[in-house]
């Protein structure tokens, strides 16, 4: 976030000092109006550079991953008094469909609706009980009490996160009934020193 910022308040200097080198070295009068304009122009790029770093950590108000992992959240209620339609601030990474995070974690503000604010509850809960939370968005229903513009509203539902699968082991059956793996080797233990049995001897 911080590099683009940089990146575009550096290609925006860029273009104006193009400008500025153009308007020095064009021939003809109206210096005084020359000059006006070049101190325009690099006030107006000190400003620009300086208000970009205010948009730093401020919510993303594009599309949500269409799979992600909720973080964390913070539900602002509409408010009448105030006229506030309200908003839900989240803090998620997007997930594969294997449910590897594709990312790093991004905030992100999506429009207020009554389904998304009892989803997000449900989810907080369960991420205070410690258990790590998955976000997926759905289709909006046509009968969604709301009076703005469905294809702006983005519905979620959040559940558990499932947990990754273990590689299955090579197991097999030993002569003597025990259970073996390619990818190790179990120790015997002696059932009278209660030690590992490190070497056997052989009969």
Known sequence: MAEGIIGLAASFLV???????????????????KSIVISLATAFSIVVLISLKNFIGWPSKSNLPQQFQLHWAIIDEPNKI???????????????????????PRAYKIDYTRKNHEEIMKGLISLGDGIQQKGEKVKIKEDIDTEEDLSNLQEIVIYELPKPLLPEKDKRRTEQGTTSSDTFNALEIDPETGRPILEKDNE
């Not at 273009?15 to 109006?33: A, D, E, P, R, T």
């Not at 309200?86 to 990312?103: H, Q």
């Open 15 to 33: 273009i104006v000092s193009l400008i500025l080198w153009l308007i020095i070295l064009s021939k003809g009068k109206f210096w005084v109006l």
């Open 82 to 104: 105030k006229n506030t339609n309200g908003a839900i601030y989240m803090w998620v990474t997007a997930l594969d469909k294997e449910n590897e995070s594709k990312g790093l």
